[in-house]
């Protein structure tokens, strides 16, 4: 009902409360229908204005989802190019952890890992448009209950789980790479004492760390997991493809 509408009807009410051309009765009759006209007036515009809330809120929130769905399979490629990439910093350490004392890795081997030797490898998540969701308290607007959840668990829980693991094992990896540069020396110009400081007691201390990141792994793997999960929760509820 329009404003005016509703001050019409409600001086409407108050002339036939106040007139003295009807008996009690008639007043009374003529006044119920007005007020009911009013409640019935003010509930249905209620009813309208909440609908187009909340059909603007879900608006916001489907614009979020699908730009997290993007976000989303951005981190899936990175994350599987982590793993790919912890996989052989798994397979370099364990050569090297695995060599008999007084014994030399093979130039051809080092020269394999050099890569995996001589990087660190972070997860960088595109968490930006989430927190921005978060902090203006719209998660709570998703309406599927699941996907709300998997939401938060991914980012407040499995993500962080991963940058503490992935922090853990680039700490020993430097401990690697501040025992090769202390230790290092030339011994022409071409070549350096590497292949021996690589396999002495200290470095194989490292080493025999650095060769086990499962924990590092499988946190990749349920973060993985989850962002699958949470891209089809989100093209099943817009009835989107892959």
């Not at 976000?71 to 798994?90: C, H, I, P, R, T």
Request: aromatic share 10%.
């Amino acid at each position: 009902m329009a404003e005016q509408e509703l001050i019409k009807h409600t001086k409407a009410v108050y002339k036939i409360w106040n007139s003295k051309e009807h008996n009690f009765w008639h007043k009374l009759k003529e006044f119920l229908v007005e007020i009911f006209i009013i409640v019935f007036a003010i509930t249905v515009s209620l009813w309208f204005h909440n609908r187009s809330e909340h059909s603007h809120q879900q608006e916001d929130v489907k614009q979020f989802l699908l730009g997290l769905k993007n976000d989303l399979q951005s981190d899936l490629v990175e994350m599987q190019n982590d793993k790919a990439s912890y996989l052989g910093q798994q397979a370099a350490f364990t050569y090297l952890s695995n060599i008999k004392m007084k014994e030399l890795p093979d130039m051809d081997s080092l020269k394999k890992y050099r890569n995996s030797l001589s990087n660190t490898t972070a997860f960088n998540p595109n968490n930006g448009r989430f927190e921005g969701f978060r902090s203006a308290g719209k998660i709570g607007e998703i309406e599927v209950p699941e996907l709300q959840n998997d939401i938060m668990d991914l980012y407040q829980e499995d993500i962080i789980s991963l940058l503490a693991s992935t922090d853990s094992y680039i700490r020993s990896k430097r401990a690697f790479f501040e025992y090769i540069i202390k230790n290092g020396k030339r011994l022409t110009d071409s070549t350096s004492n590497f292949r021996s400081i690589v396999v002495e007691d200290e470095a194989h201390n490292i080493t025999a760390f650095l060769n086990t990141p499962g924990e590092v792994l499988a946190r990749y793997d349920k973060c993985i997991a989850k962002i699958k999960k949470i891209i089809a929760e989100i093209n099943e509820a817009y009835h989107l493809k892959e």
